[in-house]
Each structure stands twice: as C-alpha cells, then as structure tokens.
C-alpha cells in the first residue's frame, strides 16, 4: 500500500510497525533511539538555532501528562540540521520547538511517506509518534511557522537592590494607544533566574502604543515608566525596583495573588470628581488596608466617603467602576452606633441581604460596598479585607490652584 500522505486524527499515534518501515537502518542492541532532519520554514529555508527537542508525551483521558520527564533537545546548525540520539524508548514522544525570540508553531512532520499535521484538539497537537529501543529515523522534515516578537526583558530587585531570584512573580502589561483611542492588558505568572531577570512578550497592534510594565511579588509592587516600541526594535530592558524588602513569611498576605490590586497600582493617578448635586469631590484611591485609606485621607484634606442619600450612591456606581471598596461607615467607637469618617449623621445605608442585622457585629467594625452595590461589613485584617484595596476619598472644598500675576 502507498501512502501518499496521512493527516492525523484525533488521538492518532504513529504505530511502531509504521516507523519501523521508515527507519534507515535499526540497532536493536543499543538503548536509545536516535531522530534526524531539519527544520525549515514555511517557504522551505532553514531554520537556524532554533531549538529541537523529543518528548515523551501521554494523554490520559481529557488531560494530558508531560513535563516531568526528559526533554532530549539539540540545536538547529546552518542549514537547519539537527540529530537526537539516545531517546529512551516510549509509547507516545512528540517534537517540541523552544525558543526565547520567537513564537514558534509546528505546521508538519514528514517521514518518509507520511506526513503530520496537527489536529485541532488541543490535547493533540503535539503530533506523538512511538519509539522502539535502537531505532534510527532519519530526513524528517519539520516545517514550522515563526514569528519575531518584540520582548521586555526586566530585571526584578527588592528596594535594598537584592534580586528577586528564581521565583515566580506576578506580571502584567498596560497597553495604549498613542492617542487614547484604545488599548489592552495582558498579565499572568513570570519566572525569575538566579538574577531576577525574566522575559515577556508584547502584544504589538498595527498603530503605535504605549506600554507600561509592573509586577506584583509577596504584596510588594513595582512598575516601569512608560515606553514605547521602536520599529524593528526587538527587546526593551528594564529594572523594577520594588516598594519594600523581603516579606517574613508569617506576614505575607493570604491567598492568590492581588492581580485586580496590581492593575489598579499601573493605571494614572485617578482625579477628583465633583458631584454637581453637593458639589463635593471625590476620588478613588488604591490603599493597603483601612487604615492606610484613612492615612492617604487624612493627606489630601478629605475623609473617607460618606454616603448620604440613594442619589449620592448611584452617582457613585455611575462615575467609579462597580467593584469593592473602603467608605467612611464604622462603628470602632460603640459597637452598634454607626457614624461616618467625616462625622455626619447617618441618614442613609445599603446593607446587603445577609446583613440582616443592620451589620452589627462584635468583630466586624468597618464597611465595604461590594460589587453589586450593597453593603458589607468587614474586619480589618479578616480574611475578606486583604483583598479590598480600593477605597472612594470626599472632600467638600476642592481648592484650584491659579497663577499669579506679577503687579
């Protein structure tokens, strides 16, 4: 029977007999298996220095298992060449392509008469064949598709200037236009090497932008001045220089970590906003805890907000995005007895349908809004509080500054 060629199926694994007829010559006696070609691109030229490797590969129902085992990898010479030799012998391998400066797909795998495309299963498309012990496969030809994408390589150091070493950190990208119309954000988990450094890519878009970096490690954060993209400039290098030293374990904040808490942090200085009903100002703010809140409030002349009347709250979920954050509502000085930051009556509250009891609670002195507006009592340093680090500022005179002439 002649194969002209073969595009794989879900799930297909490439038999043993099959490749034992492509093989150019087999040494059963020896161990490991060995696999040669090279690696070209779409339009058939070599791809040099790239890396190639044999993995074995297993799936096992709707997941699949890999990583933990041995990556057999040489690099691509001059004319796209590679040799693997010494592959343990399994079911299942697949090929892998790594490299640091490019995004890099598999589009084929030819050997001999067959030819494999990858399936559109996610779980597939590492095109697995089998390997016998001593087995020789020779001229495969791997065709891949590769594409430059610029890079920011960053250095990450705690404010004593140690790295932040072999760690995995929290990283995320604000992206801009040039002239506001748009943008996106990207962010996800990084790894650092022995000297802080890692690698992101970036999104590039057919207009210029602006991009901002920052990163997020033990609750400490850090973020780059504005840059912009150079045409043809393929990496930008930066240093983040974190706001604190390293955290005792016993005193890192619990649970994930504070993406939403890092986005607020890259974005601009927010600006007062003046309500036309009262003609107070208000601003939201990024804060550690309550009372980091009432310190910044305490700087600017202002107080925590207090929430008078419904129109007074709605117009607050309509100018500042509908997420949790810190009001002026506590009742630390007598357990039961409400007042706000600033001193006002209270005339005015939301509590949501779990605080049936009007909030009142022995351990819980200050409130939050939640995310659908109602509110929520929480205790400072409570579990629920460590991810609250917004809070909304009210000032009644919002003093503007304006330039004196010379008499």
Same mark, same amino acid.
């Given at each position: 029977?002649n194969?002209?060629?073969?595009?794989?199926?879900?799930?297909?694994?490439?038999?043993?007999?099959?490749?034992?007829?492509?093989?150019?010559?087999?040494?059963?006696?020896?161990?490991?298996?060995?696999?040669?070609? &090279?690696?070209?691109?779409?339009?058939?030229?070599?791809?040099?220095?790239?890396?190639?490797?044999?993995?074995?590969?297993?799936?096992?129902?709707?997941?699949?298992?890999e990583?933990?085992?041995?990556?057999?990898?040489? #690099?691509?010479?001059?004319?796209?060449?590679?040799?693997?030799?010494?592959?343990?012998?399994?079911?299942?391998?697949?090929?892998?392509?790594?490299?640091?400066?490019?995004?890099? #797909?598999?589009?084929?795998?030819?050997?001999?008469?067959?030819?494999?495309?990858?399936?559109?299963?996610?779980?597939?498309?590492?095109? #697995?064949?089998? /390997?016998?012990?001593?087995?020789?496969?020779?001229?495969?030809?791997?065709?891949?598709?590769t594409?430059?994408?610029?890079?920011?390589?960053a250095?990450?150091?705690?404010? %004593?200037?140690?790295?932040?070493?072999?760690?995995q950190?929290?990283?995320?990208?604000?992206?801009?236009?040039?002239?506001?119309?748009?943008?996106?954000?990207?962010?996800?988990?990084?790894?650092?090497?022995a000297?802080?450094?890692?690698?992101?890519?970036?999104?590039?878009?057919?207009?210029?932008?602006?991009? !901002?970096?920052?990163?997020?490690? *033990?609750?400490?954060?850090?973020?780059?001045?504005?840059?912009?993209?150079?045409?043809?400039?393929?990496?930008?290098h930066?240093? /983040?220089?974190?706001?604190?030293?390293? !955290?005792?374990?016993?005193?890192?904040?619990?649970?994930?970590?504070?993406?939403?808490?890092?986005?607020?942090?890259?974005?601009?200085?927010?600006?007062?906003?003046?309500?036309?009903?009262?003609?107070?100002?208000?601003?939201?703010?990024?804060?550690?805890?309550?009372?980091d809140?009432?310190?910044?409030?305490?700087?600017e002349?202002?107080?925590? !907000?207090?929430?008078?009347?419904?129109?007074?709250?709605?117009w /607050?979920?309509?100018?500042?995005?509908?997420? &949790?954050?810190?009001?002026?509502?506590? %009742?630390?000085?007598?357990?039961?007895?409400?007042?706000?930051?600033?001193?006002?009556? !209270?005339?005015?509250?939301?509590?949501?349908?779990?605080? &049936?009891?009007?909030?009142?609670?022995?351990?819980?002195?200050?409130?939050?809004v939640?995310?659908?507006?109602?509110? *929520?009592?929480?205790?400072?340093?409570?579990?629920?509080?460590?991810?609250?680090?917004?809070?909304?500022?009210?000032?009644v005179?919002?003093?503007?500054?304006?330039?004196?002439?010379?008499?």
């Amino acid at each position: 029977m002649n194969f002209q060629h073969f595009r794989q199926n879900l799930g297909f694994v490439v038999g043993i007999a099959v490749l034992c007829s492509l093989a150019a010559s087999s040494t059963f006696a020896q161990e490991g298996a060995t696999v040669s070609g &090279r690696v070209v691109n779409e339009a058939g030229k070599p791809v040099v220095s790239i890396s190639i490797g044999i993995q074995p590969y297993k799936v096992m129902g709707n997941r699949r298992e890999e990583g933990f085992v041995e990556i057999w990898q040489r #690099q691509t010479g001059l004319e796209g060449d590679f040799s693997i030799s010494q592959i343990m012998p399994a079911e299942s391998v697949r090929f892998v392509v790594q490299t640091e400066q490019t995004e890099t #797909q598999i589009l084929s795998i030819e050997m001999g008469e067959f030819t494999l495309y990858p399936s559109d299963h996610p779980l597939f498309r590492g095109m #697995q064949f089998s /390997l016998e012990a001593g087995m020789e496969i020779e001229n495969v030809v791997i065709t891949v598709k590769t594409d430059i994408r610029p890079q920011v390589r960053a250095r990450v150091v705690f404010a %004593d200037g140690t790295p932040v070493a072999n760690t995995q950190i929290y990283a995320r990208i604000l992206r801009r236009d040039l002239d506001g119309s748009g943008g996106g954000s990207s962010g996800g988990s990084a790894q650092t090497d022995a000297d802080g450094y890692f690698v992101e890519n970036l999104r590039v878009d057919d207009e210029p932008q602006f991009y !901002v970096l920052g990163i997020e490690y *033990q609750g400490l954060f850090a973020k780059a001045l504005p840059f912009i993209l150079h045409e043809g400039q393929p990496q930008v290098h930066l240093l /983040l220089t974190l706001n604190g030293n390293p !955290v005792p374990p016993a005193e890192r904040p619990p649970g994930p970590r504070m993406s939403e808490a890092l986005t607020t942090f890259l974005n601009p200085p927010t600006v007062w906003a003046v309500n036309p009903t009262n003609g107070h100002a208000y601003k939201r703010i990024y804060c550690h805890d309550i009372e980091d809140a009432m310190d910044q409030a305490t700087a600017e002349n202002a107080y925590l !907000v207090s929430i008078n009347d419904k129109a007074e709250h709605e117009w /607050l979920q309509g100018i500042f995005e509908r997420e &949790r954050f810190w009001i002026g509502l506590n %009742d630390v000085d007598e357990e039961g007895q409400w007042s706000w930051h600033s001193g006002e009556p !209270v005339t005015y509250t939301n509590w949501g349908e779990h605080e &049936r009891d009007g909030g009142n609670s022995e351990m819980k002195d200050y409130v939050v809004v939640g995310f659908g507006g109602r509110w *929520q009592v929480v205790a400072p340093g409570g579990s629920g509080a460590h991810f609250i680090k917004k809070a909304i500022l009210e000032k009644v005179d919002l003093l503007v500054e304006t330039p004196v002439e010379d008499n």
